[in-house]
């Protein structure tokens, strides 16, 4: 996308520049290549953040392949490659950037990201190992936590997931990894802790919203949260609530947030219409 009046000024100052210098060629091509870096640099800014992933990664490709030398054009395909969900080719990309001398700690820390993406969790232990500990940012830390957290290395994962939530101000999706994580260990109370968190943060989330009710189904804590929640989102979390009450043996009160979900949602609701027909079947056969 170009911007016609920017442009424009720019070029206007290129014609006059030629002028003064009586239409010296290598002066007016500097000139225009100033230009176009300033333009292209617009192109790059857009590929990353609006425009279509697979288009990005053409167009990174094909400008980091006539640009070998120039770091920004490999950073953005690695990201554009991480945005299309190409994890792999992501990690290889990465790691040709890593490789540049102007490269930085920044760039480690998106290759280990790109290798967790990858599932290749000691390559990014590895990865994240060679970052000096006094390079810290949000992302470092996060991914530090994470990397703990797949090894079972709790104590540290504490600490990482603590740390790198003082380094940003919109911590919920950390809050939300690390209550995920308090669940896993059977640390239900804890969880939901962090959940309830995490909502403040961004009351949106419906993965929040449903971990968090299955914090609370795990102490047989079934009635809905207070939150913020649709009429769809209300009947997709008593589902939730009903299948983790059956699963842990409370079945007549999974039954009744069976009926419930299909009476909440404005829909029919197709998951709980069926769990309950196999309940009423299950009693009649029994």
Not at 3 to 29: Q, R, T, W, Y
Request: with cysteine.
């Amino acid at each position: 996308m170009r911007h016609p009046i920017f442009c424009a000024a720019l070029l206007g100052g290129a014609a006059a520049l030629s002028g003064c210098m009586g239409n010296d060629d290598a002066e007016v091509a500097r000139a225009m290549k100033s230009v176009n870096a300033i333009d292209e640099t617009n192109l790059s800014d857009i590929m990353l953040t609006v425009g279509d992933p697979r288009e990005a990664v053409t167009y990174f490709q094909r400008s980091s392949a006539d640009n070998p030398d120039r770091i920004d054009l490999k950073r953005g395909l690695a990201k554009s490659l991480v945005r299309a969900g190409r994890a792999t080719e992501a990690v290889t990309a990465w790691r040709a950037v890593t490789k540049m001398p102007t490269a930085e700690d920044a760039d480690r820390v998106a290759l280990a990201d790109a290798q967790i993406r990858a599932n290749d969790w000691d390559a990014a232990k590895d990865t994240l190992s060679m970052i000096p500990p006094t390079y810290e940012s949000f992302n470092r830390y996060k991914l530090e936590a994470m990397v703990a957290d797949s090894r079972k290395e709790w104590k540290k994962a504490d600490s990482f997931y603590e740390t790198s939530i003082g380094l940003t101000t919109q911590p919920g999706g950390v809050l939300n990894n690390w209550g995920f994580s308090k669940l896993t260990r059977g640390d239900a109370k804890g969880a939901e802790k962090l959940f309830a968190e995490a909502l403040t943060y961004d009351s949106t989330k419906f993965t929040t919203k449903n971990n968090l009710v299955l914090a609370r189904a795990a102490q047989r804590k079934y009635d809905m949260p207070v939150i913020d929640m649709t009429q769809t989102e209300r009947a997709q979390l008593l589902y939730t609530a009903a299948l983790s009450a059956i699963k842990q043996g409370d079945v007549t009160i999974g039954k009744s947030l069976l009926q419930d979900a299909v009476d909440t949602h404005p829909q029919h609701f197709e998951e709980a219409a069926r769990a309950l027909a196999a309940l009423d079947a299950n009693k009649v056969n029994g």
